[in-house]
């Protein structure tokens, strides 16, 4: 009986990986994986505070990013370079976000775990939830949660 | 739940119409639910998007079997396991087909399914299920411990 509960997350690979991982973090690894959460929390703050600032410092200097050209002198690029490179880290800030929140989004339906996912999706941008792949998820979500209240 | 389900994947469909993933959900939705109109015209479009998709075919066995057409949902669910072996959801659907009329073969395809699949949960459930009224005990407790 070990075995057969085993064998699944063998040839399973990808996908068994994030169950097992949930698995273990919440039989075995408990106290390390409270630790993280609370390292999470504490960084993503910090990130969204400085997205948030650095965001009001590019809005009020230079409003519209002009592209680069090759026509313009070296020093004129470098100027240039260093007032982009705040709006590169948001970008960045963003896209990291996005995607752990996508992420997380996914793990917590692939372990059933459907109310985290769907309040994990909610709290995307608007713009992301009207993506094909959240939507997609969005349904196949609370179609699994209806299939259970009518199972029990 | 359902509602909520269908407005969802409703508005996926407005966004991308050629969305064929995930749209065996959809019909399993529409199956549930009995929207017979839906579900034919769900399934007539992926059939002219995608004739290949293995979802295709189970929207179409999806359609047959909502008009109690077993023998041609049999059919399609078969093709759709042809075009994709490892879709365990066609031979869990395919199971469901037969388990009032002829059990045996009906647990050899969630026994399919659960080999395409192993941690596809609506075959466990069934096995466990099909298991409690014939006391067939190969996985005496497995099922739902599989399936939970």
Redesign the interface.
């Known amino acids: 009986m070990a075995q057969l509960i085993k064998t699944p997350k063998c040839v399973h690979f990808g996908r068994c990986e994030l169950l097992g991982g949930s698995y273990l973090t919440q039989t075995l690894k408990a106290g390390s994986k409270e630790k993280k959460r609370q390292a999470v929390r504490q960084i993503s703050p910090s990130l969204d505070s400085e997205m948030d600032d650095e965001g009001s410092a590019f809005d009020e200097s230079n409003p519209a990013p002009v592209p680069l050209s090759r026509t313009r002198s070296p020093d004129d690029t470098s100027t240039r370079r260093q007032s982009e490179d705040p709006p590169m880290e948001i970008a960045e800030c963003i896209v990291y976000n996005t995607m752990r929140s996508c992420a997380r989004a996914f793990r917590a339906f692939a372990s059933y775990d459907l109310q985290k996912c769907l309040d994990e999706l909610e709290g995307l941008d608007a713009a992301q939830q009207r993506t094909p792949w959240v939507m997609a998820l969005v349904g196949r979500a609370e179609y699994e949660k209806g299939d259970y209240a009518a199972v029990r | 739940?359902?509602q909520?389900?269908?407005r969802?994947?409703e508005?996926?469909r407005d966004?991308?119409p050629y969305?064929i993933?995930?749209m065996e959900?959809?019909s399993?939705?529409l199956w549930h639910t009995e929207k017979h109109i839906d579900l034919s015209f769900l399934a007539q479009e992926l059939l002219s998007i995608e004739p290949r998709s293995p979802q295709t075919w189970i929207a179409i066995g999806n359609c047959f079997s909502l008009q109690k057409d077993k023998k041609q949902a049999l059919t399609c669910f078969g093709r759709a396991t042809q075009l994709d072996p490892g879709c365990a959801y066609a031979y869990t659907l395919a199971g469901h087909e037969l388990v009032d009329t002829r059990i045996d073969q009906a647990i050899n395809y969630f026994q399919s399914g659960i080999r395409a699949?192993?941690?596809h949960?609506n075959a466990w459930?069934v096995v466990q299920l099909t298991g409690r009224r014939l006391t067939y005990t190969i996985?005496p407790g497995?099922g739902w411990?599989?399936a939970i």
């Open positions: 739940m359902y909520k389900s269908r969802a994947f508005s996926l966004l991308d969305r993933l995930d959900v959809y399993t939705l699949d192993p941690r949960y459930c996985h497995m411990v599989h």
